[in-house]
């Protein structure tokens, strides 16, 4: 089945920087990467969606690229802020496993210094 | 607004309990989900349900049960087979029937801290 990797379980930068989170995944290609932001104790919240043919997407200062040869997606939070501390999930497809249900990455705790 | 409640925030276990964990929604999702997280582990998945009176097993789903007798609603019991049951449980909706649709962002709620006395 599919396995995802994201490969800092934390980042500290500071504040006004760009972030940048890498998920890796090691399998076949899905057709949609999600990424998601949860903070402590709280579920995770909704950000992004990239289809497989789309490069790059944006919403506001968010950016998620899609790179099906290096298989792997880049999320870009420019002008960093302290609130967007946070932890930073990937997911995707699963069809190897229960039905085309999302799988998660482990995620990479974002903290953002003032 | 609308959105998922799940319930209780936090709640205790005996040993050979089974406990239940409520899960509502008013999004009017056909499709509900219910996750375990553990420290420095990714979600993964318990059980998912694609429309109502019918729900299919996760990747973990030993020791677990589940309902959907309601479209609103999904309850977890977490049975005394699950023998490590700590853990942070979410509950999450989308929208589209079966198949699930992946193109379909999850909607979460903000999860049950279960812990074992």
């Known amino acids: 089945s599919q396995k995802i990797e994201q490969n800092s379980e934390a980042l500290n930068i500071q504040e006004g920087k760009t972030a940048t989170l890498t998920c890796n995944y090691t399998?076949?290609?899905?057709?949609?990467l999600q990424w998601y932001r949860q903070d402590p104790g709280r579920g995770p919240v909704f950000l992004l969606l990239?289809?497989?043919?789309?490069k790059e997407k944006r919403k506001e200062r968010l950016k998620v690229t899609f790179d099906t040869t290096l298989k792997q997606s880049l999320f870009h939070i420019t002008a960093s802020q302290p609130a967007d501390s946070a932890t930073y999930l990937c997911?995707?497809?699963?069809?190897?496993?229960?039905?085309?249900?999302?799988?998660f990455g482990k995620g990479t705790k974002l903290s953002v210094k003032p | 607004d609308g959105g998922i409640t799940q319930s209780p925030k936090y709640l205790f276990r005996k040993e050979g309990q089974n406990v239940t964990l409520s899960c509502e929604q008013n999004?009017?999702?056909?499709?509900m989900y219910w996750y375990r997280q553990d420290p420095g582990q990714g979600l993964r998945l318990i059980y998912y349900?694609?429309?109502?009176?019918?729900?299919q097993k996760g990747d973990i789903a030993e020791g677990y049960s589940v309902s959907r007798e309601k479209k609103e609603s999904f309850p977890l019991t977490v049975t005394s087979a699950q023998k490590n049951p700590t853990a942070f449980y979410l509950c999450?909706?989308?929208?589209?029937?079966?198949?699930?649709?992946?193109?379909?962002?999850?909607?979460f709620g903000d999860g049950t801290r279960l812990s074992i006395l």
């Open positions: 997911a995707l497809d699963d069809y190897g496993g229960s039905q085309g249900n999302l799988i």
């Open positions: 399998n076949y290609s899905p057709a949609y």
């Open positions: 990239i289809r497989e043919n789309e």
């Open positions: 999450a909706s989308s929208r589209g029937e079966a198949p699930i649709d992946s193109n379909q962002p999850q909607h």
């Open positions: 349900s694609q429309i109502v009176n019918d729900f």
């Open positions: 999004l009017n999702h056909d499709a």
